[in-house]
């Protein structure tokens, strides 16, 4: 080992991870706190807890985990303390499933919390969808909707989705829409005329609205309609009673830039609302300005989904800014737009914002290596919890990797990471290999497919991941690894193979195969130690 790389080997052995800081167990303590009592699917199912009972049991996991992490560190003092941290994430992430599932406590007088209560009251669902899309006719219509004419059982969830109402079947929901609305909070009415003439479609569309106008809803889904702006005005007497939404769904509608102008001014609040999502549209720019607008009046917003909409610079920045107010945002997917370099600055600028992110989408936005670095800069000192990263088709280099290689240090809660469709080549591989080989024990998911990479990219991805507890799946099709290679990273998974992808995409050869990639295993070790200058900041522990 020449001098170099012994030096670089002394100082990376000399990060201790173990014991965290005080300051990191606290937050901790408190992601936990929060994802026990945010409403999930769980937490319909068991129960949500109070915000002091959400405190005492997270306080209590964390000295659990703790002291598990720290029993298992005495045995190996003289180690970085990475198994202790592997230790310290795993048992406190079985014990917090353990509490979502069992729920709220009963009080002592017998009573169980009133999420509870109101939990069973949710249970009562009336749900047609099926597994197959199928038309509806009157008579069909008259028995399908039968239970519903039983008042005395309570309905606050009706799903209408993947069955098309002909406008006879539509008359027949009608009266009996009319006598329930007062007691529903979700409506799912996704997907309800396909097939459908445009002319029957919107008289089925007018006559759900109608008969549904003045509920009280917290979700409504209206998705997989091909409403279009004269779509969105059918259903406008109902969009526009609504005044506590909590959960909007709007996806694969056709929405233009003059149907999201309709949904923004109809809707008359969304002071409420924690969910938006218009996944698969046909936005633009100034449809984007539009939602922009909502979202700025969004400030409980937590999970906004706006991909695939054709949103370019100009809706992307404006997205961005409206963005920078929602400070209680947790997953955020813009993927699939035509964004550029100046929208990924605008929305670096906002993810200070963002404490509690633990999802972000940003995958094909044309970001390149400025708007990635800008991104990435910002987001090392946000979202702590941050547990999914993706960033795929960016065309970013090796010249942001070491950017995006200290932000993926910092966030050792991360579970999911994509940089896939991009060209990191090697020496960004590199980067991200020793980015994640530190820690991250909660870390299942790597994809570095189509990236340029040849064998010491690849060796350096296998090695960083392959002790992990609990990875499933390294994924690194479609790049340029030799023969040899690929039959070294086999080596390096034979105990595991299971979570090694699929390599039958690869191409040895390479595109832009050189004189300098022809070299040997040897001058890929010289690439490595060529690398060793570039390090990745660690926080040191108190």
């Known amino acids: 080992m020449d001098s170099q790389a012994q030096t670089f080997h002394q100082r990376s052995v000399s990060i201790k991870l173990w014991p965290p800081s005080q300051s990191t167990r606290i937050l901790l303590v408190e992601r936990m706190t929060k994802n026990f009592i ?66 709220p406590k009963v009080k002592e007088h017998g009573e169980v919390m009133q999420y509870e209560k109101d939990t069973a009251t949710h249970g009562s669902v009336f749900d047609i969808s099926g597994s197959r899309r199928s038309f509806i006719d009157a008579e069909e219509a008259v028995e399908l909707l039968k239970p519903l004419r039983d008042h005395e059982k309570l309905y606050t969830k009706i799903c209408f989705s993947n069955r098309s109402f002909g406008l006879d079947a539509a008359h027949v929901a009608e009266p009996i829409l009319t006598s329930i609305k007062d007691q529903l909070k979700e409506v799912d009415l996704s997907d309800i005329i396909a097939g459908r003439s445009e002319t029957e479609a919107l008289q089925v569309m007018n006559i759900f609205s109608s008969a549904l106008e003045g509920c009280v809803l917290r979700y409504l889904n209206l998705s997989d309609n091909a409403m279009g702006e004269k779509g969105v005005n059918a259903f406008g007497s109902l969009l526009r009673s609504q005044t506590n939404l909590e959960e909007l769904y709007l996806m694969n509608d ?48 937590e999970d906004f989904r706006c991909s695939s909409t054709r949103v370019g610079s100009e809706g992307g920045i404006a997205l961005a800014e409206a963005l920078g107010t929602c400070s209680h945002l947790k997953k955020l997917d813009l993927r699939d737009n035509m964004f550029g370099v100046q929208s990924g600055i605008a929305l670096s600028k906002s993810l200070s914002a963002f404490a509690d992110l633990t999802e972000i989408y940003l995958s094909y936005l044309n970001l390149e290596d400025k ?8 987001l090392k000192e946000s979202a702590p919890s941050l547990e999914v990263l993706e960033i795929a088709g960016n065309d970013i280099t090796a010249r942001s990797a070491a950017a995006l290689a200290t932000c993926i240090a910092a966030k050792q809660f991360i579970t999911r990471l994509n940089l896939s469709e991009n060209e990191l080549k090697d020496e960004g591989a590199i980067l991200i290999s020793k980015a994640v080989a530190e820690g991250h024990g909660q870390l299942t998911e790597v994809d570095l497919n189509t990236n340029s990479i040849r064998r010491a990219g690849a060796r350096a991805l296998a090695q960083a991941v392959v002790h992990k507890p609990g990875f499933k799946l390294l994924n690194i099709n479609a790049n340029f690894i030799s023969d040899e290679g690929i039959d070294e990273v086999r080596e390096i998974f034979k105990n595991s193979l299971n979570v090694l992808g699929p390599l039958d995409e690869n191409d040895p050869e390479g595109e832009d195969l050189d004189e300098e990639a022809e070299e040997d295993a040897d001058n890929e070790v010289d690439l490595e130690s060529k690398l060793k200058g570039l390090e990745i900041k660690q926080e040191e522990n108190n």
């Open 38 to 103: 945010t409403p999930s699917f769980l937490s319909r199912k068991y129960g949500l807890l109070s915000k002091e009972e959400a405190e005492e049991d997270a306080k209590q996991i964390e000295n659990i985990a703790f002291a598990a992490a720290d029993q298992h560190f005495e045995k190996e003092p003289y180690g970085d303390g990475s198994s202790a941290v592997q230790i310290y994430a795993k048992e406190s992430s079985k014990l917090m499933l353990e509490v979502l599932k069992r729920g």
């Open 254 to 301: 056709g929405i233009s830039e003059e149907a999201a102008r309709a949904v923004s001014k109809f809707i008359p609040s969304t002071e409420k609302l924690r969910v938006l999502h218009f996944h698969n549209n046909m936005t633009g720019d100034e449809g984007a300005i539009a939602i922009s607008d909502m979202v700025k009046r969004s400030p409980l917003l």
């Open 371 to 378: 708007g990635t670095e800008a991104l990435a800069n910002s």
